[in-house]
């Protein structure tokens, strides 16, 4: 159990188009859905946190109108990367967790390359 | 805040050796939990290991057990019998019990390297 999905695996796109990254909680409701950053040889950066029907609550530095967060439903947070450019490639990571639990189940990464 | 330090980059171990790791962390609160996690090549975040600061019995999964030090605010991590699948990145993970969203502050990460 307690499986998290992420789509695409890797995307490659041109600077200034924008990119959505689907995290999905395949088997359990996620009441709260984490987005991290993460650079090569690196730890993972918290970018901002969702719960589900509400506004996405970001960390210092992260540029809301930048990162795009959508946590629609128990069971899916969509991040949007809006007018990529070439900084912004990073290897992206989502992670889910149910109230009440202490643990965060991580989706497999989404590599994004922008040109 | 709280800080969580891992002061080894990286570990060599050779197979069926043991290797421990060490993380210790800055807190100021007395309820929280304290994970490992660890993200092979495919960077697949995976959940090792995780203790509740309130027990005092460390926690242990098959090859792999914890040495919580609650006043020291040390929390290693001991990797028995290193296998060949154990080589990747450790991280040492921090999780306060009152925040309700659960946030977690991570180390910088610690390389196993396993030698056959």
């Known amino acids: 159990g307690a499986v998290v999905s992420q789509h695409p695996s890797w995307v490659i796109c041109k600077s200034g188009t924008s990119v959505k990254i689907e995290c999905r909680s395949l088997?359990?409701?996620?009441?709260?859905m984490f987005w991290y950053r993460q650079f090569p040889k690196q730890s993972l950066m918290l970018m901002a946190t969702?719960?589900?029907?509400?506004?996405?609550?970001?960390e210092q530095g992260v540029e809301k109108d930048k990162f795009l967060i959508n946590h629609a439903s128990l069971t899916l947070s969509t991040l949007t990367v809006t007018s990529a450019h070439p900084e912004d490639s990073s290897f992206y990571i989502c992670?889910?967790?149910?109230?009440?639990?202490?643990?965060?189940?991580f989706g497999p990464g989404t590599r994004l390359l922008v040109l | 805040a709280q800080t969580v330090t891992q002061s080894q980059p990286e570990m060599s171990v050779q197979e069926a050796e043991t290797v421990t790791l060490s993380c210790t962390y800055d807190?100021?609160?007395?309820?929280?939990?304290l994970f490992w996690y660890k993200q092979p090549p495919s960077r697949q975040m995976i959940l090792v290991i995780r203790?509740?600061?309130?027990?005092?019995q460390n926690a242990t999964e098959n090859r792999f057990s914890v040495n919580f030090q609650k006043a020291a605010k040390s929390f290693s991590l001991k990797i028995s019998d290193s296998q060949l699948g154990d080589a990747a990145m450790y991280f040492c993970?921090?999780?306060?019990?009152?925040?309700?969203?659960?946030?977690?502050?991570f180390g910088a990460g610690t390389q196993v390297v396993v030698t056959p």
């Open positions: 992670s889910a967790t149910l109230a009440g639990l202490e643990t965060q189940y």
């Open positions: 969702s719960n589900e029907g509400s506004k996405a609550t970001y």
């Open positions: 993970a921090y999780r306060s019990a009152p925040d309700s969203w659960g946030k977690l502050q």
């Open positions: 203790q509740e600061a309130y027990k005092q």
């Open positions: 807190t100021s609160e007395s309820d929280y939990y």
């Open positions: 088997d359990f409701q996620a009441t709260t």
